[in-house]
């Protein structure tokens, strides 16, 4: 059975830093984009970075020179560094793995993963 298991998150002051890592087991996902979504309350899931199987990276233009994808396949795991945090970007984020070859970059729909951790808690205070 696929899982993926969030890590990292928490509560942190505007300005500062934290690392959230997703672990995936199960099987592996080193040929297929990963990628990190998150949602707040009342809002709708939305797309903040993918990284393919070649480590090509793209990000949603909020958090574009702030946040860094990236992914260690030996350990089948997907990294996102968030610096310079803001109020806003508080939110519940989730890691996704495609599993099937998409002939497309960057893949940014939900709809376009198919498997998904269970999500850990940003909260960036003012």
């Known amino acids: 059975q696929v899982h993926l298991v969030e890590s990292g998150g928490g509560l942190v002051q505007a300005g500062g830093s934290l690392r959230l890592s997703c672990a995936a087991s199960?099987?592996?996902?080193?040929?297929?984009?990963m990628g990190w979504f998150r949602q707040s309350p009342g809002k709708e899931r939305e797309f903040v970075a993918t990284?393919?199987?070649?480590?090509?990276?793209y990000y949603t233009d909020s958090v574009k020179g702030r946040f860094t994808i990236s992914r260690d396949n030996a350990k089948n795991t997907v990294y996102l560094q968030m610096n310079s945090l803001k109020p806003e970007d508080t939110a519940v984020y989730y890691c996704?793995?495609?599993?099937?070859?998409?002939?497309?970059?960057?893949?940014?729909?939900?709809?376009?993963?198919?498997?998904w951790g269970q999500g850990t808690q940003v909260t960036v205070s003012s």
């Open positions: 996704a793995a495609v599993a099937r070859y998409v002939f497309k970059w960057p893949v940014v729909a939900p709809t376009e993963y198919d498997y």
């Open positions: 199960g099987r592996t996902f080193s040929n297929y984009p």
């Open positions: 990284i393919s199987w070649n480590e090509s990276t």
